[in-house]
């Protein structure tokens, strides 16, 4: 809980990937316990952002794909979370179909303009979007960074596809709203969580937990801190540490 008014806040943006320049979320890692803290309060929206794709240009390519893959998370676990916001959901949907178009481009030729003006945009679009919610992927993907030292966009990458197929039935025809978004072969969860996989292959991203040094030895100690993490209850389909162990394992 957040006491008192803080200083003024000013947030520049440098990444097209976590939105946190419009966000009331901030995320601590307590390496004593090896738990990444979420905090939510209102008094850490900054009263002002600045959002300029050009202090993106000389990211990376791996950076550039990662913190792209965070972006389109937070847009789809938007999408997908419980709860009734016709608002974030148009904000989402939207803000997939440009990252679907801009993240390869903007991997392979960083000075190009537009797409990292779509990249800056959508990310910006997504932390405004999950206001509605998250869901599990974010749960298992912090204690991926923990346990296993794994970045939160390539966490992320990882386990989105078994989460949309996870998340298909609950979801109902959204799912064909979402794979229409991501310009799917289908309109199914499957179609969707492919064209997630095919990003990841094009931007030159690892597919699976065990390409990124996560032993099985592990699933224990991830299995019980994804719970723990409380994005999961945002998720429209019920968690518990039989789910979690499985898409883990599903990952590898």
């Known amino acids: 809980k957040i006491l008192g008014e803080l200083p003024p806040l000013a947030a520049v943006a440098t990444t097209a990937g976590t939105g946190s320049e419009v966000s009331r979320s901030a995320v601590i890692t307590v390496k004593a316990v090896g738990r990444k803290v979420v905090i939510f309060s209102p008094r850490l929206m900054p009263m002002l952002a600045v959002c300029d ?29 419980k709860g009734y ?26 000075k190009c303009a537009w797409a990292r003006r779509d990249m800056m945009m959508a990310s910006t679009m997504g932390a405004v979007a999950f206001q509605k919610g998250l869901g599990v992927v974010h749960s298992l993907a912090h204690p991926l960074s923990t346990e296993a030292g794994l970045s939160h ?43 997630v996989r095919e990003l990841s292959r094009r931007i030159g991203l690892p597919q699976k937990l065990s390409e990124v040094g996560v032993e099985r030895e592990m699933l224990e100690a991830l299995v019980q801190k994804s719970m723990e993490d409380g994005c999961h209850m945002g998720n429209p389909v019920e968690c518990n540490p ?11």
């Not at 309109?187 to 969707?192: H, I, L, Q, R, W």
């Not at 039989?242 to 590898?252: G, K, S, T, W």
């Open 85 to 110: 916001h016709p608002m974030a959901d148009g904000i989402a949907l939207r803000a997939i179909k440009m990252i679907m178009k801009a993240l390869p481009e903007a991997v392979s030729d960083g």
């Open 153 to 195: 966009g390539l966490a992320n990458a990882i386990m989105l596809p078994p989460a949309i197929e996870f998340n298909g039935e609950a979801i109902g025809s959204r799912a064909a709203e979402l794979a229409v978004a991501m310009g799917a072969g289908e309109p199914t969860s499957a179609a969707a969580a492919e064209a």
């Open 242 to 252: 039989d789910v979690m162990e499985r898409l883990y394992v599903e990952a590898f």
């Open 53 to 81: 794709p050009t202090l993106t240009y000389g990211l990376p390519p791996r950076i550039t794909a990662e913190t792209g893959m965070d972006a389109l998370s937070h847009n789809v676990e938007a999408f997908m979370a």
